[in-house]
C-alpha cells in the first residue's frame, strides 16, 4: 500500500493535500482497495459548505455504499467532475487523478487532528489485523 | 446460543487464495478472491469455481417420499424421474415462501433436497414437522457431510470433462449423474445461479479440496477463476433469479415473487395450496419486477420506489451490472403499476432518479443450443 509523505490522512480513510488555504481530498489506496471494484460517486455542489468528520459525499462499490467524510471545514470550490463518468480512476488512481474536491479551508487548526503518512500506515496495520 | 461461525472444508484454499472473508449466514465465505468485476467476467466469457459448500442438503428417504414431498412443496414432484432435478418451493399454509429449494431424485424412495444456507435448519424442522405420521418416511440433514462445488461459464463441461468420468453431454439442463469425479463418488448436477452453462458437484466433505484442485488445474487453459459471494450475487441478480431473505421470504407468496410457473395446483394437495388459491383468484396487491435506472444512481435493498408522490413499493436487490455497465434493480411494486415500460422513481438518499420496469432477465445469456 501506498501513502504518500506529503499528504494527511483521517481515520476514515480519507486523504487531504494542502496548498496555503485550499485542500484537496480523496480516499486512501487502503480504502479503494478495500471497496474493491467502485461503480458510482457522489459530490457536493461546488459552493456548498463542508464540516470537518462529517459526510461530504458517498462513494459506492459493487456491493457497498460508504460515506465520504470530509478532514477538514470549508467551502467546496471544485470538484471532479469526471469521476461521474470514471468512477474506477479512483481504483487506479486515487492520489492523483481519483481526486475528489477541494474545499477553501475555515480553520487550519483542524489540520492538527490529522495522521501524517507514517500514522496512518500504522493505524491501518493495526485496524487489518 | 452458538455463534461460532461455521467453514465449510474449503476455507483454508480461500485464505490461501487471499480471499476476503465476510459472514454469511453464519458461514465465513469468500465474498472475493480479486475483485467483483474480474470474477463475474470470468464466469460470463470463460469459467469460475464456487465453493458453495454452505448450502443444505436434507434427504428425504422412504416408501412414501414421494408423497411426503408432494405435499410439502409447490412443484409436482411426480413429474421427477431418476436423475432428475426440479426447482421448487416449501410454503407455510398462508402460502408464504419457507425456502426455495432444487429436488434431486436420487431414486423411487430416495431425494435430495438442496436448501439454502440461511435456511437449512428451519427448513429441516419444518419437514420433520410436516411429515405424515404412519407414513413409511424419514428426512436426514446430512449437509454437514456434504461439500458442494460449483463450476460456472461455457467451458464448464470441457473443464470438468476432464476429470470425470460419465458423458458430461449426456446431462442435460437440471438432469444429474451419480458418477467419479477425480475418482471420488459425486453428484454432478446441470444446473446454476448465473444464467451460464454449468455443474454443481456434491461430494463428501473430506474430498472437497481435492476436487477443487484438480478443477482449477483443469481448469487453467480456460483461465478458471475463483469466484466469491460478490460476484454470485451480481451474476444471478442480471438473471433476476430471486435471493431468499432479500427477494423472497416468508412475507412473500410465489405468485407476487412471479414464480407461479413453480406452482403446480393440479397436482392434488399440498401446504399453501388453499391460500395460493384464493390469492390468484383475487389477484396479487404487489408484483416483483425488474427495473433499469435511466437516471444516475445504483438501487439498494429497502430504499422505497415511488410514482410521483406515492410509494408504490420496495427495492430488495439491486447493483451495478457489470455485463451490462447499468444499474439495476429488482423489488416489489403495487401491481396496477407493474407493467414493462413503467417509469417509476428511486429513493436514494432523498433525491428521486427515474427508473423504467423492464423485462427480466436483464441479461442475456449467449445460449449454445444442445442438439
Known amino acids: 500500500m501506498d501513502y504518500p509523505d506529503d499528504l494527511l490522512y483521517t481515520k476514515e480513510h480519507e486523504w487531504i493535500k494542502v496548498e496555503d488555504n485550499r485542500a484537496k481530498i480523496g480516499i486512501t489506496d487502503y480504502a479503494q482497495h478495500e471497496l474493491g471494484d467502485i461503480v458510482f460517486v457522489e459530490l457536493p455542489e461546488v459552493g456548498s459548505e463542508v464540516v470537518a468528520m462529517e459526510p461530504f459525499g458517498v462513494v459506492e462499490s459493487v456491493k457497498t455504499v460508504s460515506d465520504l467524510y470530509s478532514p477538514v471545514s470549508g467551502e467546496v470550490v471544485e470538484i471532479n467532475s469526471e469521476l461521474e463518468s470514471m468512477p474506477e480512476t479512483v481504483n487506479s488512481n486515487p492520489y492523483d487523478k481519483g481526486w475528489m474536491i477541494t474545499v477553501e479551508m475555515s480553520d487550519k487548526e483542524e489540520l492538527k487532528e490529522l495522521l501524517s503518512a507514517d500514522a496512518y500506515a500504522k493505524y491501518v496495520e493495526e485496524e487489518s489485523e | 446460543m452458538n455463534t461460532k461461525l461455521k467453514r465449510t472444508p474449503l476455507y483454508e484454499i480461500h485464505k490461501k487464495l487471499g480471499a476476503k472473508i ?17 470474477e463475474h467476467r470470468a464466469v460470463r466469457s470463460s ?83 410436516n411429515l405424515t405420521a404412519g407414513w413409511a418416511v424419514e428426512a436426514e440433514n446430512i449437509s454437514d457431510t456434504i461439500g458442494q462445488i460449483s463450476l460456472q461459464g461455457k467451458n464448464a463441461e470441457a473443464i470438468l470433462q476432464k476429470v470425470s468420468d460419465a458423458d458430461l453431454s449426456l446431462i442435460k439442463y437440471y438432469c444429474f449423474r451419480r458418477c467419479n469425479v477425480d475418482g471420488v463418488d459425486a453428484i454432478v448436477s446441470r444446473t446454476g445461479y448465473t444464467g451460464e452453462d454449468g455443474f454443481e458437484v456434491y461430494v463428501k466433505n ?77 389477484g396479487v396487491r404487489r408484483k416483483l419486477i425488474g427495473f433499469e435506472m435511466i437516471e444516475r444512481g445504483i438501487p439498494r435493498p429497502h430504499y422505497a ?41 428511486i429513493d436514494i438518499r432523498a433525491s428521486y432518479p427515474k427508473a423504467r420496469i423492464v423485462k427480466t432477465p436483464f441479461y442475456k445469456v449467449q445460449v449454445q443450443v444442445k442438439v
Open chain 2, 47 to 129: 469459467a469460475g469455481i464456487f465453493d458453495v459448500s454452505h448450502m443444505g442438503e436434507i434427504e428425504v428417504r422412504g416408501r412414501d417420499a414421494l408423497k411426503a414431498l408432494q405435499l410439502l412443496t409447490v412443484n409436482d414432484v411426480s413429474r421427477l424421474k431418476d436423475n432428475e432435478c426440479q426447482y421448487s418451493m416449501m410454503c407455510n399454509p398462508d402460502g408464504w415462501i419457507v425456502d426455495d429449494i432444487l429436488i434431486y431424485r436420487l431414486s423411487e424412495e430416495k431425494f435430495m433436497l438442496c436448501v439454502n444456507a440461511s435456511n437449512t435448519e428451519k427448513d429441516y424442522q419444518w419437514i420433520l414437522k
Open chain 2, 206 to 282: 473430506e474430498y472437497a479440496v481435492k476436487i477443487w484442485d484438480r478443477l482449477m488445474e483443469s481448469g487453467k487453459e480456460y483461465g478458471i477463476k475463483p469466484v466469491g459471494l460478490g460476484a454470485r450475487d451480481t451474476l444471478r441478480l442480471e438473471m433476476k433469479y430471486p435471493l431468499y431473505g432479500n427477494d423472497i421470504s416468508e412475507k412473500n407468496t410465489p405468485l407476487e415473487a412471479g414464480l407461479e410457473w413453480v406452482v403446480k395446483f393440479n397436482k392434488g394437495d399440498f401446504i399453501g395450496k388453499k391460500s395460493l388459491q384464493e390469492q390468484k383468484k383475487r
Open chain 2, 305 to 345: 420506489i415511488f410514482k410521483g408522490s406515492r410509494r408504490i413499493g420496495d427495492v430488495t436487490s439491486g447493483t451495478m451490472s457489470p455485463s451490462l455497465n447499468k444499474a439495476i434493480g429488482i423489488g416489489y411494486v403495487q401491481a396496477d403499476m407493474s407493467n414493462i415500460g413503467e417509469e417509476i422513481e
Open chain 2, 22 to 38: 465476510v459472514d454469511f449466514a453464519g458461514w465465513e465465505m469468500p465474498v472475493q478472491y480479486s475483485t467483483i468485476m474480474n
